[in-house]
């Protein structure tokens, strides 16, 4: 008989948290990867299409890949890039529906010095324009 010392077994959770010590896990990209993948695969069952099951199988690699990779650093910088191109949407398509929304009161107009979104009343006219970002002066006439 062998002297063994007493080790308690591990639970479920504790073992996947040791697998994943020093990996990179779940962040935004992967996450944006496991949907698009999601919406893909959604999309297959009606096109039936090799191309498009292909793309779902490989954004599904991508995304763990990324999950289970070592290089921290790389996929922090791959994940702050994909942010930095979410935010452009994000803003974009906020300014519209600000644009929208206040189509009839409300006039958009950018800065031309420092290129900024203003916001101004739709008064006919004239006018000048201080800039609060820059601020610089410039006309413009509203219709």
């Known amino acids: 008989m062998r002297n063994r010392s007493y080790r308690p077994r591990m639970s479920f959770g504790e073992r996947i948290a040791r697998l994943m010590y020093g990996r990179n896990g779940s962040d935004s990209l992967g996450r944006a990867m496991l949907i698009l993948a ?8 009606f096109l039936r299409s090799l191309i498009v099951a292909l793309l779902v199988n490989a954004a599904v690699l991508y995304a763990f890949f990324r999950m289970m990779s070592k290089n921290v650093v790389k996929r922090r910088a791959e994940n702050a890039r994909w942010w930095y191109f ?10 519209q529906k600000n644009k929208w929304r206040d ?17 101004l009343p739709r008064v006919k006219g004239a006018h000048t324009v201080n800039c609060p970002c820059c601020h610089k002066r410039f006309d413009m006439t509203v219709k």
């Open 103 to 119: 189509r009839k009161t409300h006039i958009y107009h950018r800065c031309p010095h420092c290129k900024n979104t203003l916001r």
């Open 38 to 45: 999601m919406t893909l695969a959604i999309l297959n069952l």
């Open 86 to 95: 979410w935010k452009g949407i994000k803003v974009f398509f906020s300014l």
